[in-house]
């Protein structure tokens, strides 16, 4: 691979590392959320009692309610030449969701007081949640085709499917951790560790950024514009 191709490669790894925590985090909601759900929350509306299962059908609404308004924002972010970069979102969406589970830490203060937890405390983690899935998920394939180079394509998604996989992973040990620390500490630690690691990144922004040598830059150019400039990136001396 060339100098550039090296960079944009080692700029993919980092981002991975966004990938990994993100889905470690996200996947609470299938797992320790949904055991918190069922055993602590007082999901009584009206009489009745609804369905700890409901609860997983909420991410799912609110991607159908918001899903445009977050493309939109996005789009008109970069008409007016505000930075909206593929790791701009991926960060932004990790620290958004991040933030979600401090209403989860709410929930346990609420459960160790009163003996159990409101839904409303659930409803905004999934929002949080949502809103952080809908800023990375769509734009982490892309930003891999773009990225990688064209002979390591393929095997670059399927090293993304692979991350994904090892924040799965990562998911079920948290879940694990839970039974020796509690959950009021899996939430928190959750929570503190997405945000930091969020803001870290973002300060890193603009060096990671400038790895990619401008490859978002050059959207919309054919392929023979696009070919143009790399050679002149490549005869550019360091």
């Known amino acids: 691979m060339s100098k550039i191709e090296k960079d944009r490669v080692g700029v993919l790894f980092i981002s991975f590392l966004l990938v990994i925590v993100f889905w470690g985090a996200f996947e609470q909601a299938g797992g320790l959320m949904s055991i918190y759900t069922?055993?602590?929350?007082?999901?009584?509306?009206?009489?009745?009692?609804?369905?700890?299962?409901?609860?997983?059908?909420?991410?799912?609404?609110?991607?159908?309610f918001f899903g445009t308004s977050i493309a939109l924002f996005w789009a008109n972010r970069k008409l007016k030449g505000k930075v909206s970069s593929s790791l701009f979102k991926m960060i932004v969406g990790l620290i958004i969701m991040g933030a979600g589970f401090f209403f989860m830490t709410g929930a346990t203060i609420q459960f160790e007081n009163t003996g159990e937890s409101a839904m409303y405390w659930l409803v905004f983690a999934y929002?949080?949640?949502?809103?952080?899935?809908?800023?990375?998920?769509?734009?982490?394939?892309?930003?891999?085709?773009?990225?990688?180079?064209?002979?390591?394509?393929?095997?670059?998604?399927?090293?993304?499917?692979?991350?994904?996989?090892?924040?799965?992973?990562?998911?079920?040990?948290?879940?694990?951790?839970?039974?020796?620390?509690?959950?009021?500490?899996?939430?928190?630690?959750?929570?503190?560790?997405?945000?930091?690691?969020?803001?870290?990144?973002?300060?890193?922004?603009?060096?990671?950024?400038?790895?990619?040598?401008?490859?978002?830059?050059?959207?919309?150019?054919?392929?023979?514009?696009?070919?143009?400039?790399?050679?002149?990136d490549i005869g550019k001396p360091e």
């Open 38 to 64: 069922a055993d602590n929350t007082n999901r009584f509306l009206m009489g009745f009692e609804i369905p700890a299962s409901v609860f997983q059908s909420i991410n799912a609404m609110f991607i159908i």
């Open 127 to 232: 929002l949080f949640h949502t809103i952080g899935e809908l800023c990375l998920s769509p734009v982490a394939l892309s930003f891999i085709t773009k990225l990688a180079p064209l002979k390591y394509a393929s095997i670059m998604m399927g090293v993304y499917f692979a991350m994904t996989g090892f924040g799965s992973k990562l998911a079920g040990l948290l879940g694990e951790w839970s039974e020796s620390l509690g959950e009021f500490k899996i939430f928190t630690g959750i929570a503190i560790f997405c945000v930091v690691f969020g803001m870290l990144m973002l300060l890193l922004r603009k060096q990671l950024e400038k790895l990619t040598h401008g490859v978002e830059d050059r959207e919309g150019l054919n392929h023979e514009e696009a070919e143009g400039f790399e050679l002149a």
